[in-house]
């Protein structure tokens, strides 16, 4: 993915479309979060890279469970905060009685959403199916490539799209 933002806007559509299934403030965190060990390796001069949170093995276990902690308590603790955000965003804050399942089953997909597209782009996800295989056996050709980024961009519109439209329901 060129961009992680992308990671959450392709998986929004979810939200709008089962807005008591799916959360959307753990969809956008899970999705985007895991980018953010590639910032390590920059600080001491390695190419950026893909490590062990972007595997199979991690999203399916402890990255949802310890993300879905942290949003939980943040939820709790900073609750008006969190709720003036929604208002801000055009989310409803009436939502914010959330459960944990739906908080970890969100984050689940946003993670699991997040390596899927990323398996397809990235030749160097060299942790992808850690421990088994140490390579990327998904990424195919740039033509695959294309095609994921195609698809990225318009259910980024999509979701842009079911946002605004959102937007002016929540404004009348």
């Known amino acids: 993915m060129p961009f992680t933002l ?3 806007l392709v998986v929004l559509p ?5 807005p008591n299934k799916f959360e959307v403030f753990s969809i956008v965190i899970s999705s985007m979060f895991m980018d953010l060990e590639m910032f390590p390796f920059g600080l001491d001069g390695q190419p950026f890279g893909h490590g062990i949170f972007h595997s199979y093995l991690m999203v399916l276990t402890l990255y949802p469970l310890v993300i879905s902690i942290a949003i939980y308590i943040l939820f709790k603790v900073f609750r008006s905060a969190v709720t003036k955000i ?9 939502s914010l009685n959330l459960k944990f399942t739906q908080i970890f089953f969100s984050c689940l997909i946003g993670g ?9 782009t990235h030749q160097g996800s060299s942790y992808l199916l ?9 990424y ?3 033509f695959v490539d294309i095609g994921v980024y195609l698809l990225t961009i318009v259910l ?3 979701s842009l799209r079911l946002w605004n439209s959102n937007r002016h329901q929540t404004m009348i």
């Open 14 to 18: 979810l939200h709008f479309k089962a």
């Open 6 to 8: 992308l990671h959450a």
């Open 130 to 138: 850690y421990p088994f295989v140490i390579v990327n056996p998904f």
């Open 86 to 94: 929604y208002t801000l965003f055009s989310f409803n804050p009436k």
């Open 140 to 142: 195919i050709n740039s």
């Open 156 to 158: 980024s519109v999509y």
């Open 112 to 120: 699991v959403s997040h390596i899927f597209l990323d398996m397809f």
